[in-house]
């Protein structure tokens, strides 16, 4: 499967370790449920998607185009803030 390609522990969108400062992940929110939480994945996901359909060149998103919204909701994935 694709999604064992990328890194977990690392931004899902560039595949880089924080430099300074940690990685956002929205399950850190406080007093949000899990069904909120993954619509943030989902909302990330589409945007993603959307670029790419679009046919904008996106050469700084590592993430594989067939991780779903829930593989990363699972894995609890992280990102920058400028990413």
């Known amino acids: 499967m694709e999604e064992d390609v990328v890194n977990w522990q690392r931004c899902i969108i560039c595949q880089k370790a924080p430099v300074r400062g940690v990685l956002k992940n929205t399950?850190?929110?406080k007093g949000k449920s899990d069904e909120e939480h993954l619509e943030k994945f989902k909302n990330l996901h589409n945007n993603l998607h959307s670029l790419w359909n679009a046919g904008v060149p996106l050469p700084k998103v590592l993430?594989?185009?067939?991780?779903?919204?829930?593989?990363?909701?699972?894995?609890?994935?992280?990102?920058?803030?400028?990413?």
């Open 27 to 29: 399950k850190n929110e």
């Open 63 to 83: 993430l594989p185009k067939t991780v779903t919204a829930q593989t990363m909701f699972e894995k609890t994935a992280l990102w920058h803030h400028c990413c």
